[in-house]
């Protein structure tokens, strides 16, 4: 059974940079044709896909978050991070962390709980 558990700060003044670290047990994010992403859900909205590292170390990101997004890994821990840079109140959501297995496919068959992230002044 796969793992994944988020975790970082929960509280951001505007203009910081958001690092959430996801941390992966019970499968390796190296584990061939798997992929491993960001997702995140604004109060009342819907789930907003960020971006994803491959089990490569290749990256891609959605369009509207591309300029300010960072997907990077750390194998020897089995942890994969985001970063959000310049952060708004617009950023506040819960972010969570997902497997795609098999890659491109758009199924994420393990989820993280999600952790909270509120940018204020």
């Known amino acids: 059974q796969v793992q994944l558990q988020e975790s970082g700060p929960g509280l951001l003044k505007p203009s910081q940079t958001l690092s959430l670290t996801c941390s992966v047990s019970?499968?390796?994010?190296?584990?061939?044709?798997?992929?491993w992403t960001w997702i995140r859900q604004p109060p009342g909205k819907g789930l907003e896909w960020m971006g994803v590292?491959?089990?490569?170390?290749?990256?891609f990101y959605g369009p509207s978050l591309k300029s300010r997004t960072s997907i990077s890994r750390d194998t020897s821990k089995n942890q994969f991070t985001l970063q959000l840079n310049s952060v708004t109140p617009e950023d506040t959501a819960v972010y969570y962390c997902?497997?795609?297995?098999?890659?491109?496919?758009?199924?994420?068959?393990?989820w993280g709980k999600g952790t909270l992230v509120t940018v204020s002044s």
């Open positions: 019970g499968g390796s994010i190296t584990t061939t044709r798997s992929s």
């Open positions: 997902a497997r795609e297995y098999p890659q491109h496919s758009g199924d994420m068959d393990y």
């Open positions: 590292i491959g089990y490569r170390g290749d990256t």
